[in-house]
């Protein structure tokens, strides 16, 4: 288990940027950058030993600068609160706040600035077990509109059983919401390789949040039963996405709404790739995962490969989208002196 810090490189206002590079002895690697705290690659051994690079993403942090559609939010950490909350508006304490609004008339993935486009400070740390790259920052009273100081922690960990887990954590010294996932878009064939039609995936949700024509939930809990959304056995892509298609949805962007016992850690989802054998699980603590197909990316990667519609899926473990307008979903508040923590583990293995 051993990790190098390297530099990177410069954004457009002269900050340097590093990149860190984790490894454990079942060639597995890892690079996080502290811009964005983002995934930059993940690299994976296939059923005949060949490793390659899973996730989707750029060469140098200028690219990752770059706001979507150029770049559609790869690999990064996205805060104060993933997904979208409504016409960017919302409500504490008798206090309404007023968020930007950055898709459409809806605030999305902390807005503007969110925490993808801002700067972390790294600290390692190793054992014999994991390394794990800790980025910390102060998210002021203010920032993009959220309230309170907020205090946050975003953790990678390799371990030497092929995981990577991320744990978050925060305080707050007012009242306000927080959700925080990470924005990784797979292809277990290799990022540039293809499409993801032919993954099978399992979603472990027999219920999914409908949402209406600008992507905010109609707040009902639909059984996925005899649905496109019935992903609790292994199901391959590419016939649901065509069916969607037919119904003029570009693919899925959708929440599910996942069958837990309370908030411990308990495996969410799971997509296998028939011809590499690469297989990979995602535990999480949170009640909702995100299905977002790369319907509409269309950007040209690492090494210059072009990625197009289909390129990666991301599965973004999360609370429900707009929680902070929808009092029967679960709370995303976080009040002085507690403490948000969430934490998502992803396992690589063959099959
Ligand atoms: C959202 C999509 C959005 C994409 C941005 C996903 O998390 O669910 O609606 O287009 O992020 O790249």
Do not use: C
């Amino acid at each position: 288990m051993h990790y190098e810090k390297t530099f990177w490189g410069y954004t457009t206002e002269g900050i340097p940027v590093d990149l860190y590079t984790l490894r454990n002895d079942k060639k597995v690697m890892v690079q996080v950058t502290n811009y964005g705290a983002s995934l930059v690659s993940l690299y994976t051994p296939d059923k005949n030993g060949n490793i390659e690079d899973v996730v989707l993403g750029f060469d140098s942090v200028v690219d990752y600068e770059k706001l979507t559609p150029y770049n559609p939010f790869f690999g990064a950490t996205i805060g104060r609160y993933a997904n979208r909350i409504r016409k960017g508006q919302f409500s504490l304490d008798g206090k309404t706040y007023s968020l930007s609004q950055n898709n459409g008339v809806n605030h999305l993935h902390g807005g503007i600035k969110g925490f993808q486009k801002q700067i972390f400070k790294a600290t390692p740390f190793v054992t014999p077990e994991e390394i794990s790259i800790q980025f910390k920052r102060l998210s002021h009273d203010g920032e993009e509109g959220y309230p309170g100081n907020l205090k946050v922690s975003i953790t990678y960990t390799l371990t030497k059983n092929n995981e990577l887990k991320i744990t978050y954590k925060a305080t707050t010294d007012k009242t306000t919401i927080v959700n925080l996932t990470n924005h990784s878009y797979f292809n277990l064939t290799g990022e540039g390789n293809g499409d993801i039609l032919d993954h099978q995936l399992m979603i472990a949700a027999s219920r999914y949040t409908p949402v209406n024509e600008t992507l905010i939930p109609t707040g009902d809990l639909l059984p996925v039963k005899d649905t496109l959304f019935d992903f609790t056995s292994p199901v391959s892509l590419r016939d649901p996405i065509a069916k969607l298609k037919k119904l003029s949805f570009e693919g899925y962007d959708h929440n599910f709404v996942l069958d837990k016992n309370g908030e411990n850690i308990s495996l969410a989802a799971k997509i296998s790739e028939p011809l590499t054998g690469r297989v990979m699980e995602i535990y999480t603590t949170e009640p909702g995962i995100q299905l977002y197909t790369g319907n509409f990316v269309d950007t040209y990667g690492k090494e210059g490969k072009y990625y197009g519609k289909y390129s990666g899926l991301a599965l973004e473990t999360q609370h429900f989208p707009d929680s902070p307008n929808q009092q029967d979903f679960p709370s995303t508040i976080l009040k002085p002196g507690e403490l948000y923590f969430s934490q998502t583990i992803y396992r690589f293995s063959i099959s």
